[in-house]
């Protein structure tokens, strides 16, 4: 699953510039920057477990009636992680020479993304930002969950299909050549099966070196592929259009959107920000798609709901929630309820998953290996009939 599958799509930083004998640490290019500098580079760039921890630190300390630059200076004296420690330092002395704090999170739009800076950027219109961290810290921990469950859904059946591959390997290198052997002064002829195992044991053991230039080569052009608009395009289709599995990540995009706009309604973004943002960090395009839709014709008056209404994405019982959430002037709160709804519906996809997922690679396992088995068998069963 490509990471992916499900990680959030950010504002794309500029890229560093030549490389140097001795590359800066994370603080030093960090304090090198102008103050007024557009972003920094994108090796800057904060982890979403240090994005959490420096959220919570902050709204306690806000909350406790430390100011921002004070909170900022102890966050970064306290972290022992030289990015980390870049970014905040940066962040403080931005602050301390007058910079709004939403402006000095733009210049780290890899760390932080379009929504969390729009959420601080309402606080500060508000005065309200340790409520609004403490949301956001929210918000982080809930998607971090999400992402967790649809990763570990995924493990068990890409270790299953590696050792899958590895035992087959195994038998066509080490085990059929010995088998050959045996066949080799019999006299019989080979039935078809067999002879096609033979096939592929002597293309890996004679031509190995081909096969992993193809091997290498079919990777690399994989990674390109899926590094492309086209390839991205592809695999989000795949991913929320496969048998059992694409259930589980059509309700997690559902879920991260929904819980993306009640933040942004709630939290007091525009209701046209709150819909660009959302189609942002949708995770997959064809969400994006959904939400750039509605965002277009909110501005020329429609209702999300009506929108909504007319994607197979959205479950019906979805829309007529949100509408109702738009008649009685609660979008927000209804949203919040509906993400809540898809969150659970989620953890029931991802347990059906996953006991799907094992014994359908059990079925796969035994069918390819116990086609092995059979293969090797089936010249022992010719040679005894001869010898009758």
């Not at 979403?48 to 100011?67: C, H, N, P, W």
């Not at 959420?119 to 309200?128: H, P, Q, V």
Request: one cysteine or more; hydrophobic letters at 45%.
């Amino acid at each position: 699953m490509p990471e992916s599958p499900y990680e959030t799509q950010q504002t794309h930083a500029w890229r560093d510039g030549p490389s140097m004998t001795t590359r800066p640490s994370g603080w030093q290019r960090a304090a090198a920057q102008p103050t007024s500098g557009g972003p920094i580079p994108a090796r800057d760039r904060l982890k979403r477990d240090d994005l959490i921890y420096f959220t919570t630190q902050l709204a306690v300390m806000l909350e406790t009636g430390v100011t921002l630059a004070e909170a900022l200076d102890a966050i970064a004296e306290q972290n022992t992680e030289p990015n980390a420690k870049g970014v905040v330092t940066d962040l403080s002395e931005q602050v301390k020479g007058g910079m709004e704090f939403s402006a000095a999170l733009e210049r780290y739009p890899r760390s932080f993304g379009r929504l969390f800076i729009a959420l601080m950027r309402a606080s500060e219109a508000s005065g309200t930002m340790s409520q609004m961290l403490q949301r956001a810290c929210d918000y982080l921990s809930q998607e971090r969950e999400t992402v967790k469950r649809v990763k570990g859904a995924m493990i068990y059946p890409i270790c299953m299909l590696s050792f899958c591959t590895l035992v087959v390997i195994g038998l066509l290198v080490f085990i059929l050549p010995r088998f050959e052997k045996i066949y080799s002064g019999k006299g019989a002829i080979l039935p078809g099966p067999t002879r096609l195992l033979l096939g592929l044991s002597h293309g890996i053991t004679d031509y190995w070196y081909l096969v992993l230039l193809g091997l290498g080569g079919a990777i690399t052009g994989a990674v390109f592929f899926l590094r492309s608009e086209a390839g991205g395009e592809f695999m989000d289709t795949v991913r929320i259009h496969m048998p059992v599995i694409g259930r589980m990540y059509r309700k997690a995009y559902l879920a991260r959107s929904l819980r993306t706009m009640s933040t942004m309604v709630a939290t007091g973004v525009s209701l046209l920000d709150g819909l660009e943002i959302t189609a942002e960090v949708a995770g997959n395009r064809h969400f994006a798609e959904i939400w750039t839709a509605v965002a277009e014709q909110a501005k020329v008056g429609s209702s999300v709901s009506e929108e909504l209404a007319h994607h197979k994405l959205v479950p019906g019982t979805v829309v007529h929630m949100v509408a109702a959430g738009e008649k009685t002037g609660q979008l927000a709160k209804v949203m919040d309820r509906v993400a809540d709804f898809c969150e659970e519906e989620l953890k029931v996809a991802v347990k059906a998953v996953t006991s799907l997922i094992e014994p359908l690679m059990i079925i796969i396992m035994g069918i390819i290996i116990g086609g092995i088995a059979m293969a090797l068998l089936l010249p022992v069963f010719s040679m005894s009939k001869l010898l009758h």
